[in-house]
């Protein structure tokens, strides 16, 4: 049983990390309630759009900087970083997979 557990959470966390790395699917991971509920946007593009960046593709939000972005998050959401807000929506995220 503690098997099967382990492999479901690992699959869920291999299918999280994939989604944050395609855009189409960030809007899978920061739904409008997430962004409701910690930022004052009603999306995650909203989001980028009232940043300073121009964010077009995954390599346009690939490049910016870390730390800036990091700035920008504490700034604008109920989170520290990038990586907390990540993470809670990957946590989120899985626990919607397990009820489905």
């Keep these: 049983m503690t098997d099967d557990v382990s492999e479901i959470v690992d699959d869920l966390h291999e299918r999280a990390a994939a989604l ?24 995650f593009r909203g989001f980028l759009d009232d940043s300073e960046w121009e964010v077009a593709t995954r390599s346009d939000f690939a490049a910016i900087d870390e730390a800036a972005f990091d700035e920008y998050v504490a700034a604008r959401t109920s989170f520290a970083d990038w990586e907390a807000m ?15």
Excluded: K, Y
Excluded at 34 to 43: G, L, V
Excluded at 91 to 100: D, S, Y
């Design 86 to 100: 990540l993470g809670q929506a990957s946590e989120e995220w899985m626990a919607r997979q397990l009820v489905e």
């Design 20 to 43: 944050s790395e395609d855009d189409a699917a960030l809007g899978e991971l920061f739904t409008p309630n997430f962004m409701r509920r910690h930022t004052e946007a009603a999306t």
